[in-house]
């Protein structure tokens, strides 16, 4: 069965930090690029990160509302990407959502028009929530 599968969230205190997992099966990660997408309540789904395929040299992208606190970072050998996020806030509060695609969308020159919240993508996991509360 072809499919993604996120976990890992859960309900942190603000500071706290948090690891999310996005495990694939039925096709290899490493020729994929891999997107985390949030939606909060009464919002757009917004990317947050993203990582380009393997072959590729390119440094991953994060939205500036999360650089310097989150770490995406692919293991190939066990078919996962991970998102780390530290030093939470109530804002990030949302159901994170990891996206596969064999179209490196991620690059320099591709992600300002395919790494959009609105994007399809070959294919999405079921979310996990993360909720940031005191």
């Known amino acids: 069965q072809v499919q993604l599968v996120e976990s890992g969230g859960g309900l942190v205190q603000p500071g706290g930090s948090l690891r999310l997992s996005c495990a694939a099966s039925?096709?290899?990660?490493?020729?994929?690029?891999i997107g985390w997408f949030r939606q909060a309540p009464g919002k757009e789904r917004e990317g947050v990160s993203c990582i380009t395929i393997s072959s590729s040299d390119e440094s991953p992208f994060y939205a500036n509302s999360v650089k310097g606190r989150f770490t995406i970072s692919r293991d190939n050998a066990k078919n996962t990407v991970y998102l780390q996020m530290n030093s939470l806030k109530p804002e990030d509060t949302a159901v994170y959502y990891c996206a596969a695609d064999s179209f490196d969308f991620c690059s320099a020159i591709t992600r300002a028009a395919y790494f959009t919240g609105t994007s399809s993508y070959d294919y999405w996991g079921q979310g996990t929530q993360v909720t940031v509360s005191s």
């Open positions: 039925g096709f290899t990660l490493d020729d994929h690029a």
